[in-house]
């Protein structure tokens, strides 16, 4: 577990990309870790169904909002039907190895929350899926 | 008061009872357990008298005529006169239920739907475990009495300067008698008289008191007092309730049905004298029984001694992790061993602590992370969130140090 922190990942717990809030959002979701009480809040502007912008806000530990800020680097440009399917590898690709299973929920809080986003309900979980 | 842990032969002896401190982590560390607040771990004669009762006596209690049904009882009812001696208490004045929520929730429905009205205030303080808060919301809200908090500074001791004002048309007061959280010992012995002065009935949240306290209820007269086994060396799904016989005599059953009766017709009911009076169906057996192993541990140990203890080693870790404040450590709570009870509330730097727990984990250091169940004392005071470790008659001064060098690590690990 101690190797899942490692520089970039430590970098993006410290300064989040895509960090903060859009003036009038097309669509946005929030929730929180049961298990931590880490809180997430996704906002995305969409153009012609695709995310043209997106930004997150929340606080909570290094996975979280580290997986967070990596997986949304990735989304501008993409189909929200897309966004709805994407799978929690997505995240682990971005991560790595080394998230025990107890902090899952953390890394895929992200995830979770820009799905529910794009879909306009809570997801599930991306583990339980 | 320098008490030499890290030699002392007793706690050397007392570890190598419990079976799991020997037992390496999957990474071969060993085991480092400092989240006693949460559960404790159990010594191999409660372990013991849990496989006892299945292998040897297994049979309901209060019914069989036969032998393995006889001692059955008697182990159970026993154990019952064990748990009243030890904390001072009659033994019909102890009523076995689940855990301390449970006792709190029978209290709240039984008494509390009795006696409170709307109008009424029910005093709580700021430190309040969940346990004993939501039940008490969840009164209020059917009768319509007001909650009102007695405050706490930022180091979580008590301010006592309004009580009477609080007290003034209280009819409950009820308080942990030390906070999950923080650690703090609340000044039950000052707000007990004060209370019963103003007419209010005093319960007492005892899940992080009796196992760590020298406790006698009727010199601390508190009209209830409740907690769990598993927080004391006990089993899980065991906890007590102490009431006052003549409380606990003019109360209403909380559940019903089996083995709490005296007389049953079709159509009505009258019901058995406390303690089985609430304690409808068959009981948690095998879990009663050893939960009295559990306090013979502790008797043999004697609860002055496990006070001390760990006054000398919550002592010995605030002047060792103070060490670390100049790297961005903060240490909540009480600074003073005397008014703290063997638990250690901090925040690292920019760590959050559950990466904290993660990274210790991988020492095999045990800490809890997280809102520990009060969040409404988290948010006053302005933390998403702390790291707590909790010591108990087990630990030392190595494990101590154990958790100085995981700090150290996530210090490296996080470049702080």
Redesign the interface.
């Known amino acids: 577990m101690d190797d899942f922190y490692r520089d970039y990942i430590l970098d993006h717990y410290r300064s989040p990309r895509n960090f903060g809030t859009l003036e009038q959002p097309d669509a946005s979701a929030e929730d929180v870790n049961p298990l931590c009480g880490d809180q997430i809040r996704v906002e995305l502007k969409l153009d012609d169904g695709k995310i043209s912008d997106v930004r997150f806000s929340g606080k909570g530990c290094a996975i979280s909002q580290a997986s967070t800020s990596m997986l949304l680097e990735s989304v501008k440009g993409m189909k929200l039907a897309d966004v709805a399917k994407l799978p929690k590898d997505a995240v682990l690709e971005n991560v790595g190895i080394g998230i025990s299973p107890t902090r899952m929920k953390c890394a895929m809080l992200g995830l979770r929350v820009l799905k529910s986003a794009a879909i306009g309900r809570l997801a599930d979980w991306p583990d339980e899926e | 008061m320098t008490q030499t842990l890290r030699t002392d032969a007793k706690v050397e002896r007392i570890i190598a009872d419990f079976p799991i401190l020997a037992r390496p982590t999957s990474r071969g560390k060993r085991l480092v357990y400092l989240d006693s607040a949460a559960t404790s771990q159990k010594p191999r004669a409660v372990i013991q008298a849990l496989v006892d009762y299945y292998e040897q006596y297994n049979a309901n209690i209060h019914r069989g005529v036969y032998e393995i049904a006889q001692r059955a009882t008697d182990e159970y009812e026993q154990a019952r006169v064990k748990l009243a001696r030890f904390i001072g208490a009659k033994t019909s004045e102890v009523v076995w239920v689940r855990n301390t929520t449970e006792a709190i929730n029978l209290v709240a429905y039984s008494w509390g739907d009795r006696h409170i009205a709307s109008g009424d205030a029910i005093l709580l303080t700021e430190l309040e475990h969940h346990s004993d808060l939501v039940p008490w919301q969840l009164l209020a809200a059917r009768t319509g009495a007001e909650l009102r908090f007695i405050p706490v500074d930022a180091r979580g001791i008590h301010i006592l300067d309004d009580l009477d004002r609080l007290l003034d048309g209280c009819k409950l007061v009820a308080i942990s008698h030390v906070s999950n959280t923080l650690g703090t010992i609340a000044p039950v012995e000052t707000i007990i008289p004060r209370a019963h002065a103003a007419g209010a009935v005093v319960l007492v949240d005892g899940a992080q008191g009796a196992p760590h306290l020298p406790l006698d209820v009727k010199a601390l007269d508190a009209d209830f007092y409740a907690f769990s086994g598993h927080k004391m060396l006990g089993p899980t799904g065991i906890g007590c309730l102490y009431g006052k016989r003549e409380i606990l005599e003019a109360m209403p059953p909380f559940l019903s049905g089996g083995d709490m009766i005296r007389k049953v017709e079709y159509t009505q009911t009258t019901f058995a004298d406390p303690p089985r009076r609430f304690e409808a169906g068959t009981s948690n057996i095998a879990d009663a029984i050893a939960f009295g192993v559990a306090i013979d541990y502790l008797d043999a140990l004697g609860m002055p001694w496990v006070r001390e203890h760990e006054r000398a080693l919550t002592g010995y870790a605030l002047e060792r992790l103070a060490t670390l404040e100049a790297r961005g450590l903060a240490i909540y709570g009480p600074r003073d061993p005397e008014r703290s009870s063997g638990v250690i509330s901090f925040n690292f730097a920019?760590?959050?602590?559950?990466?904290l727990a993660?990274?210790l984990?991988?020492e095999g250091i045990c800490i809890r992370?997280?809102?520990h169940c009060t969040m409404p004392l988290m948010e006053k005071s302005g933390w998403?969130?702390t790291a707590r470790a909790s010591f108990y008659i087990y630990n030392t001064e190595a494990d101590v140090d154990a958790l100085y060098e995981g700090l150290e690590?996530a210090a490296r690990?996080?470049?702080v």
């Open positions: 920019d760590i959050h602590p559950h990466d993660s990274i984990d991988t992370a997280g809102h998403a969130a690590k690990v996080f470049h």
